[in-house]
């Protein structure tokens, strides 16, 4: 069993930054890959920034260059560093994780970013 816990969402204005934090509990060692997905109102859940055990990582184009993901090993914590918010990043966020076959999910937090 995997648990995630999210935080680091609050309100923003457009151009500022934020820096979500993911820290992981139990077994940890089965994780595969990490990644953070938003939901907008009204919209699908989407995938915003993903990380593999080997570092690779992938990004959604609308994100690609403003928002870094990156881990902590040391501390168990996936971090998504956004910067250049824009009023369309505004989302509940979640972090997710793979772990073989099962995939986990945190319960997720808030952005939002005013213009």
């Known amino acids: 069993q995997v648990q995630l816990v999210e935080s680091g969402g609050g309100l923003v204005q457009a151009g500022g930054s934020l820096r979500l934090s993911c820290v992981a509990s139990g077994m940890i060692f089965s994780i595969n890959a990490m990644g953070w997905y938003r939901q907008a109102p009204g919209k699908q859940r989407e995938l915003v920034a993903a990380i593999t055990s080997g570092g690779s990582t992938n990004y959604a184009d609308s994100v690609k260059g403003r928002f870094t993901i990156s881990r902590d090993n040391a501390k168990n914590t996936v971090y998504l560093q956004m910067n250049s918010l824009k009023p369309e990043d505004t989302a509940v966020y979640y972090c997710?994780?793979?772990?073989?076959?099962?995939?986990?999910w945190g319960q997720g937090t808030q952005v939002t970013v005013s213009s």
């Open positions: 997710a994780a793979v772990v073989g076959g099962p995939g986990y």
